[in-house]
């Protein structure tokens, strides 16, 4: 069975961090590009950052590059989103998603393109 479970999402203030982990089964992450998007209430779901499979290229967009850094453990089957500088609007439910590595870098940014989803973690920035 495939899966994908997000979690380590919580409550921080401003300025602060967290880690969010993406649990995969049934498949192995580095035979996927793995992404981690976000959506806000009200709003569209959109990519925060990508890791390629194959040279472990990391794509950020620029609304979190040189806050967010994207991560993955080979041996845990895990991918890691290590956030720091937390901001109100940061604020989203957070989803990580496995697309197959044949996709072109360009399709990435687009959610049709991922294959798998795990449920999300909230993230929660106070002010």
């Known amino acids: 069975e495939v899966q994908l479970q997000a979690s380590g999402g919580g409550l921080v203030q401003a300025g602060g961090s967290l880690r969010l982990s993406c649990a995969a089964s049934?498949?192995?992450?580095?035979?996927?590009?793995i992404g981690w998007f976000r959506q806000a209430p009200g709003k569209e779901r959109e990519v925060v950052s990508f890791l390629r499979p194959t040279n472990s290229n990391t794509i950020n967009a620029d609304s979190v590059k040189g806050r967010f850094t994207i991560s993955r453990d080979n041996a845990k089957n895990t991918v890691y989103l290590q956030m720091n500088n937390l901001q109100p609007e940061d604020t989203a439910v957070y989803f990580c998603?496995?697309?197959?590595?044949?996709?072109?870098?360009?399709?990435?940014?687009?959610?049709?393109?991922?294959?798998?989803w795990g449920r999300g973690t909230q993230v929660t920035v106070s002010s």
């Open positions: 049934g498949f192995t992450i580095n035979q996927y590009t």
């Open positions: 998603a496995a697309a197959s590595r044949r996709k072109i870098l360009s399709s990435l940014w687009a959610k049709a393109s991922y294959d798998y």
